[in-house]
């Protein structure tokens, strides 16, 4: 079965820098594209970064452009997500997302916990 498994969230000062990793299973990584989603207390699940099934093509949202980058790793069947010069506003449950057009079938990471404050 299809499994999304995220890793390297923690607690990090403003302006520190961390990598997350997603680990994909079950399913052919290198033809579907990947997105990192994130999502604070009380606020709705939102869009982070996109990067296409090649990695030719990544797309960011306004608050994260130039700070963070998405990439991945087709050999390995992981997506990443590098943010660097991170804010408190950056704090939030991370989630790696998988979406199947053929079939319209979406998957979910558990998420990992992105902590910014001194």
């Known amino acids: 079965q299809v499994q999304l498994v995220e890793s390297g969230g923690g607690l990090v000062q403003p302006g520190g820098s961390l990598r997350l990793s997603c680990a994909a299973s079950?399913?052919?990584?290198?033809?579907?594209?990947m997105s990192w989603y994130r999502q604070a207390p009380g606020k709705e699940r939102e869009l982070v970064a996109f990067?296409?099934?090649?990695?030719?093509?990544?797309n960011y949202a306004q608050p994260v452009k130039g700070r963070f980058t998405i990439s991945r790793d087709n050999a390995k069947n992981t997506v990443y997500l590098q943010m660097n010069s991170l804010k408190p506003d950056d704090t939030a449950v991370y989630y790696c997302y998988a979406k199947f057009r053929s079939t319209g079938a979406d998957f979910w990471g558990q998420g990992t916990q992105v902590t910014v404050s001194s």
């Open positions: 079950g399913f052919t990584f290198s033809n579907y594209p």
């Open positions: 990067i296409s099934s090649t990695g030719s093509i990544t």
